[in-house]
């Protein structure tokens, strides 16, 4: 056993293009504690049972040793993903309401031929680029203009928005380095801006609705009543960093997984009504969420013969729960047509991914539209840069290069 | 399967959810011999739970709710037409067309039918119907669609409230009758029988509990109204009977089978029992006709009239039907159904009514988003959630771990007065609506460890 | 095209109502109402919806029958 614990090596940058073997480590070693108090936990059956179970909640304020909380959810308002219900139902339902059913039923569906053009678009701009970077050129800027125009945030402010998304990250990394506290500090400034930049953006929309779900949220008032401007602040920067970021993973992971296995592009390229399933094997294989960091009992609870203290660090891999051979046949092997896949792609339980339609979408557009041209094109290295999140995992960029 | 084929010939008797299932599982089985599936209704194989629903609704025809299937069954279909008897030692199913059919295995799977209204001169009356194939849908929604000035339901379990609401929800004025003290108490017991009664009002229904329709009056055929128990009368232009379910057995009086108004009697693979209590090995039974011993429930037979009991318990049967002894597997799903009334979504896991406890686990009545945990004697037998969905798969859980009642504390949502109280099931005699679990008795049997079903990769339906 | 939904398995995620609103309909929060009889042109929206459905709650296929 090597003097690092299993979570230091699993969030150790050197290990981010391929943390798969040490998932299987974790997957044998069943729930274990770590160094730091923390318990891992990376086998499907045992995370399903947790995501489903009301004694695990998702607001680390619940931790008994205050130091394990991140300093961002010490004190202000918190957006529902880490809250329990009820509060947690509550936020979400009113952040639902212009979203998707019951009250908005075909918002994200309308939304296909946009997504079709944007990506047409994107992908006429690198026609005749003999050198492409999957994420500058495609993967980032799909999701990034869907999301402006879903919430209503104006394109321009990107650049801004980008750079305080990219803090807020780092600040929630839970990759082992020295400058802990500062990165924490940063991306506190950066999602205390943010929020007052969604707050300011909100003011205007009440004074010029738009059809966008800014000017819902702050219109509409449903049987829950509106959200608070503290609210609306948490919860818009919630939407604009979940509704981009990980889309851009999901998106360069499949560029990257159908390069390394043509096989799986050729049969795309050929039956394109089969990118649905292949979607979500992409989730099941490279997701974009690899870990949920911020879990805790509420009450001494007991996995596979390990009792989890009330209030300990509770992390789970989900993507190592996607890899585990007791719930999917060869799951190491990428097979875009596989049928049984509950996968953890979305995380599972209440607080399944609140943006997976428009995720999906995405990524069935996006994929669909380059998988006709990567037969000219192969991978510049392998594996490529990766970012540095653990969490989000996912590259930084993806160069690929004309064949011949 | 292991080893060689099962060789023979199979017929199924029943060709709904059951009847479907059990062939197709058949198939995958590797069955290859012939086989037939005899359904009284012409109707190819459809979905009941659509009809007090979406039928109801006017968002779907009675007619365009037929089931997929998974696989060709390459069966010869006999629909419309009642199988009338059996020759147990001939082994041949009679049907009422002449035709006999020899078999070397048969599945019973003849379901229920709907109760009629016991007096039969008042139940020809225009305007009195019940509600169980798609033909009675159909009427039924005809009858709404005209706007009658007032529905009469005559029982207020799943089905009759269902009913309810559907009128509701299209502005018809409505009056649910029932006997016993609530709504919904003979599946849910007295505190979310107590909510559903609330709810039922809230919505505008004329619920009226512990009184019976004494009888139901017409002119000219035509139903006018009805008069209840307590004196009162109200005009009805319809009158929806809803006073649950019979079972389909009658045609097997003379087949020396355990059968009865409780259902046939079979064991956990599915076999039925003979009249002297001799397990039969060339009988099955699957679906609401059936009943079995369940481990999780003491071993009390139980009838289930639920849509994931008839796709479970047809696929074990079909099973064991085509394997030998120790291949064959026991039917020990948890019994789990839905509700959809109201706007909301009930779902049950395990059997409410075998419980002396009830307590609200998360959420709350007020709220309309709860979980409702049930005990009996300590133990964890079954959990309702209304809009609270995500949640049940734990509870599912605890049921099958015989966990202790009441559940540990600690979940999140927890209300702040979390005191169980006696779950208040009542005799199902004195109630209106049958319950569509039953238990109907108790044959002891050495225990068994139950052992969860991994997903397998078809397995889209078949926990 | 006809579909069936196990809503024992379902627990109201709503991909399949977001994905193919015109066939699936959520009835409050959680309650999943469908239409059995598939429009054809809605097969390509429920076959988006059975792949992305997180229970694997929707089977569909050609009516049952001879």
């Not at chain 1, 504690?33 to 990376?42: E, F, I, K, T």
């Amino acid at each position: 056993m090597s003097p690092e614990t299993l979570y230091q090596r699993i969030t150790d940058y050197a290990n981010r293009a391929n943390p798969y073997p040490l998932y299987a480590e974790l997957r044998e070693n069943g729930v274990t504690r770590q160094a730091d108090g923390s318990y891992l936990v990376g086998t499907y059956h045992e995370i399903a049972a947790l995501l489903h179970d009301p004694r695990i909640s998702s607001d680390s304020r619940n931790r008994a040793d205050p130091s394990t909380v991140p300093m961002f959810r010490r004190n202000s308002q918190q957006a529902f993903i880490g809250l329990d219900d009820p509060e947690h139902d509550r936020l979400r339902r009113i952040a639902m309401r212009p979203f998707g059913p019951p009250h908005s039923p075909g918002r994200i569906d309308a939304l296909r031929a946009d997504i079709t053009r944007i990506s047409d678009g994107l992908i006429d701009e690198f026609r005749d680029k003999d050198r492409i970077d999957v994420v500058e050129d495609f993967a980032y800027p799909l999701p990034v203009t869907v999301i402006c125009r879903l919430l209503g945030v104006p394109h321009e402010d990107m650049p801004q928005l980008r750079a305080w998304t990219n803090a807020v990250i780092a600040g929630v990394d839970v990759t082992p380095g020295k400058d802990e506290e500062s990165r924490q500090r940063a991306g506190q400034d950066a999602r205390a801006a943010m929020g007052e930049y969604m707050g300011d953006l909100s003011d205007k929309r009440r004074e010029n609705p738009s059809d966008d779900m800014l000017s819902a949220l702050v219109h509409d008032s449903g049987p829950d009543g509106r959200l608070t401007r503290a609210e609306l602040m948490a919860t818009g920067t919630l939407l604009l960093i979940a509704g981009h970021e990980t889309t851009v993973n999901l998106i360069t992971n499949g560029a990257l997984t159908f390069l390394r296995f043509p096989d799986a592009y050729r049969l795309l390229r050929d039956k394109p009504e089969l990118m649905p399933r292949a979607v979500e094997e992409l989730l099941r294989y490279e997701p974009p969420v690899h870990l949920l960091p911020q879990r805790t009992p509420l009450a001494d609870v007991e996995i596979s013969d390990v009792t989890v203290p009330k209030g300990a660090p509770l992390i789970l891999v989900l993507a190592a729960g996607n890899r585990d051979p007791l719930r999917f046949d060869d799951p190491d092997h990428f097979d875009p047509t596989r049928e049984d896949n509950q996968h953890f792609g979305f995380g599972s339980g209440v607080h399944n991914c609140f943006g997976a339609p428009l995720a999906r979408v995405e990524a069935q557009i996006a994929l669909n539209a380059l998988v006709p041209r990567l037969e000219d094109f192969q991978l510049s290295e392998d594996p490529p840069p990766y970012r540095r999140s653990p969490i989000l995992r996912g590259p930084r960029h993806l160069p690929i290069e004309r064949v011949g | 399967m292991t080893g060689k084929p099962w060789k023979g010939r199979i017929v199924i008797v029943g060709a709904s959810l059951a009847g479907l299932r059990a062939a197709e599982t058949l198939r995958d089985e590797g069955f290859t011999g012939p086989l037939t599936l005899v359904g009284e209704e012409p109707h190819l194989p459809y979905d009941r739970p659509p009809l007090s629903k979406q039928v109801l609704l006017g968002r779907t025809r009675a007619t365009e709710i037929g089931l997929p299937r998974r696989r060709d069954v390459d069966a010869r279909w006999k629909l419309g037409v009642r199988a009338g008897a059996i020759d147990p030692i001939e082994k041949k199913v009679i049907l009422a067309d002449g035709e006999l059919l020899p078999f070397d295995r048969l599945l019973i799977a003849t379901g229920t039918r709907a109760r009629p209204w016991p007096d039969p001169v008042e139940a020809r009356l225009d305007g009195v119907l019940t509600l169980r194939t798609s033909d009675d849908a159909a009427q039924l929604a005809e009858r709404l669609d005209a706007g009658p000035r007032r529905v009469l339901v005559i029982g207020a379990g799943f089905t009759g409230s269902e009913i309810a609401s559907a009128c509701r929800e299209r502005g018809l004025e409505v009056t649910v009758a029932e006997r016993g003290p609530s709504p919904l108490v003979g599946a849910l017991g007295g505190a979310l029988g107590a909510f559903a009664a609330k709810l039922q009002r809230a919505h505008g229904v004329d619920l009226r509990c512990g009184v019976t329709v004494t009888s139901l009056k017409g002119r000219d055929g035509r139903l006018t109204g009805a008069e209840f128990s307590d004196g009162s009368r109200i005009e009805a232009d319809v009158a929806v009977v809803a006073l649950g379910a019979v079972r389909n057995t009658e045609w097997l009086a003379g087949s020396g089978l355990a059968a009865g108004p409780r259902g046939v009697a079979c064991d956990a693979g599915c076999r039925a029992f003979n009249m002297y209590g001799i397990v039969t090995d060339d009988v099955f039974v699957a679906g609401d006709v059936a009943r079995f011993p369940h481990p999780l429930f003491e071993y009390q037979m139980l009838a289930l009239e639920h849509w994931g009991n008839a796709v479970a318990q047809a696929e074990v049967a079909a099973h064991n039907m085509v394997s030998t002894g120790p291949h064959r597997r026991p039917h020990l799903a948890v019994p789990a159904f839905w509700s959809s009334q109201f706007g909301l979504n009930i779902k049950s896991i395990g059997v409410p009514t075998f419980s002396d406890h009830v307590v609200i686990a998360q959420g709350s009545l007020r709220e309309r988003r709860l979980v409702a945990v049930y005990g009996y004697r300590g133990r964890i037998t079954a959990a309702v959630t209304v809009n609270r969905a995500k949640w049940l798969e734990h509870y599912q859980y605890l049921i099958e771990t015989a966990a202790p009642f009441p559940p540990e504390s600690g979940a999140a949502d927890r209300p702040d007065s979390a005191a169980s109280v006696p779950s208040d099931v009542p005799d199902p005699q004195l109630l209106s609506h049958g319950p569509t679990v039953a238990l109907t008795g108790h044959l002891p049997d050495r225990r068994l460890t139950l052992v969860r079903h991994e997903p397998t990769p078809t397995a889209a339906h078949r926990r | 095209m006809q579909i069936v939904v196990d809503l024992n398995r379902c627990q109201a995620y709503a991909q399949c109502a977001f994905l193919a609103p015109q066939v699936f309909e959520l009835h409050g929060e959680e309650a999943l109402m469908f239409t059995p009889t598939v429009p054809d042109d809605q097969h390509e929206h429920v076959r988006r919806a059975a792949a992305a459905c997180p229970v694997q709650a929707i089977l569909v296929g050609e009516r049952a029958g001879p």
